[in-house]
Every structure is written in structure tokens, then in C-alpha cells.
């Protein structure tokens, strides 16, 4: 079994910031791309930025320059340190793994979420 611990969400001012990190552990044998999405009320999902385990980093728009993705690959675990947070931001921030199963299994994992609201 498979478990992402999310955790740093919250409630900040604009202009604040927070750091969220999300962990991957259990019966894996190698983890993929790591990511993170969100989902404000009456919108779709939406992709806010992932990482490979090379470090490369896809990343929308409304968030280049504010937010940064960063993994540690020894900890399985990948970050999104968000700056300059703005009211639009607020969302249930969710983190996704693929990753490769000890039994050799591809899989797509999500995190249970966390609620990140900014307040003007």
C-alpha cells in the first residue's frame, strides 16, 4: 500500500507565503513525476506544477515567478514553496505521485489534499 502525507496548508494574508510538502511511502520501488494540483470551489482540477525525478519542472503561468517545485528524492517527498499568494490561489492543493510499485506496478497516487486559503 501506497500512502502521500500532505502537510502546510493554511490560512494566509495576500502576499504572504506558505510551503507545502507531501511524502510518498510504503510498497514502492521507484517514484516518477511528483506534482501538485488544485481545485477551488466551482472549478475544475487544475495543474499548478510537477517535477521528474530529474528535475525537470512543468509549471502554469499564473504561478511562474511566485511558486517554486522542488523534490528530495531520497525522502520521496516533493515541495511547492509558495510566495506573493494572492486571493486567486485559494484552493485545495493536491499532490500526485506516479510511481512504480514493488511488485513493478505503474500508478498514479493522489494526496488526501490541503486547504489553503488567502485572504485580502
Known amino acids: 500500500q501506497v500512502q502521500l502525507v500532505e502537510s502546510g496548508g493554511g490560512l494566509v494574508q495576500a502576499g504572504g507565503s506558505l510551503r507545502l510538502s507531501c511524502a510518498a511511502s510504503?510498497?514502492?520501488?521507484?517514484?516518477?513525476?511528483m506534482g501538485w494540483y488544485r481545485q477551488a470551489p466551482g472549478k475544475q482540477r487544475e495543474l499548478v506544477a510537477t517535477?521528474?525525478?530529474?528535475?525537470?519542472?512543468l509549471c502554469q503561468d499564473s504561478v511562474k515567478g511566485r511558486f517554486i517545485i522542488s523534490r528530495d528524492n531520497a525522502k520521496n517527498t516533493v515541495y511547492l514553496q509558495m510566495n506573493s499568494l494572492e486571493p486567486e490561489d485559494t484552493a485545495v492543493y493536491y499532490c500526485k505521485a506516479n510511481l512504480i510499485t514493488q511488485q513493478r506496478v505503474r500508478f498514479d497516487y493522489w494526496g488526501q489534499g490541503t486547504q489553503v486559503t488567502v485572504s485580502s
Open positions: 517535477i521528474t525525478n530529474g528535475g525537470s519542472i
Open positions: 510504503g510498497n514502492i520501488f521507484r517514484v516518477n513525476d
